[in-house]
Structures are given as structure tokens and as C-alpha cells.
């Protein structure tokens, strides 16, 4: 059984009721969402303190790729690579599992809401920052080819405004895999 990657994207710059500031969610060309498509989304605020780098975060085999592959991406395009984050990781950890374990795909979370309130209940301070999410992809290489070929989730990924990410991977659950990339800038 093959599953699609579950991606989609809007452009529109729309005041969060929460008053984290602006969300941005990318790639207008199909504004249909269906169970199997998800938008890319991006927010930019300000920003007190940073989230703290932590290069001993405990991170999986298959996360570790997809930080190299998206790394690949950014350098093909001349961008800097982004540094894994603890915390992020932990939030994208922690969106990987509510999404599992709650039975939904969909940034909005029932139990954290947007991402951006998510990593802010972390203590995550950023300027800026973006989520991708995915279901049932097996491979790195799958998820990434998925995301590079949709427009607002690879502008996340090729966002030179972003510094920093979190990956988040877990297995289980109707779609049988669950991915989140976390991206902000400090």
C-alpha cells in the first residue's frame, strides 16, 4: 500500500487570533485541502531570546538524513545550513506523536494548537518560523521528494530566513509514519 504525500499549500498573510503575530501559509496554486494534502505554513514575529542549541539532542537515524538532505537542498541553492534545535526537535517530536496518537493531519493541533502556539508553550522564542508536516512516507528520500515538489513546503525549506530546525519522525497510527519539520530563525 503506497500512501501520497499529504501536502498542500495556501499564499495569504492572515492575523492569528492567538497574537503570536502574522501566519503566512504558502503556495496558493491548489487551495483544496483533502485528507491526503496538508499546507505548508510560516509565521514571522518578534522575537525576545532564542531557543538554545543543543548538539547532543537526541536525534533518530532517519531524521538525521532528512537534516542532511535538506541541508543538500539549501547548499544547491547557495543557502546556509540549518542547525538542529533541541527544543524544536522536542516540538516536533511532540506534533509527530499528538498527530499519531490523536488520529488527525493537520497543523492545527487539537491539543497544542498552531505550531506557533506549540513552540511558544515550549518556551521557543523565534523571528520567524515554518512547519512541514507528512504521513506515510517510509524513507527520508521520500518525504523529501515530496516536499521539494510542492511549492510552499519547499519554500520552508529553502527559506534563507530560517536558521534552526527540529525533525520529527514517529511510526504507528493510520498512515503508518509521521513527519514534522519545524523550522525558525533566532
Keep these: 500500500m503506497s500512501f501520497q504525500l499529504i501536502l498542500a499549500g495556501l499564499t495569504a498573510l492572515l492575523s492569528t487570533v492567538s497574537g503570536l503575530g502574522f501566519l503566512e501559509i504558502q503556495n496558493q496554486a ?4 483533502t485528507p491526503q494534502q ?12 532564542a531557543a538554545t542549541d543543543d548538539q547532543d539532542a537526541e536525534i533518530l537515524p ?3 538524513e532528512v537534516l542532511a538532505l535538506v541541508n543538500q537542498e539549501r547548499e544547491k541553492h547557495g543557502l546556509n ?7 524544536v526537535s522536542g516540538a516536533a517530536d511532540m506534533k509527530s506523536k499528538d498527530m499519531r496518537d490523536h488520529h488527525y ?5 487539537p491539543t497544542y494548537g498552531s505550531p506557533f502556539e506549540m513552540m511558544k508553550q515550549q518556551g ?3 523571528k520567524a518560523a515554518g512547519e512541514n508536516i507528512a504521513a506515510g512516507q517510509k524513507t527520508a528520500e521520500e518525504v523529501m521528494d515530496g ?3 510542492s511549492e510552499g513546503h519547499r519554500a520552508n525549506i529553502l527559506n534563507p530566513d ?5 525533525i520529527g519522525y514517529v511510526q504507528g497510527g493510520d498512515y503508518g509514519t509521521y513527519w514534522t519539520q519545524l523550522f525558525i530563525q533566532k
Design 81 to 87: 545550513p540549518l542547525q538542529l534545535d533541541a527544543a
Design 147 to 149: 516536499w521539494m515538489n
Design 105 to 109: 493531519f493537520d497543523h492545527q493541533s
Design 30 to 33: 491548489d487551495p483544496k485541502v
Design 38 to 49: 496538508q499546507e505548508a505554513v510560516s509565521e514571522t514575529q518578534p522575537s525576545s531570546a
Design 124 to 126: 521557543i522564542d523565534f
Design 62 to 64: 532517519i531524521e538525521k
Design 162 to 166: 530560517f536558521t534552526h530546525i527540529g
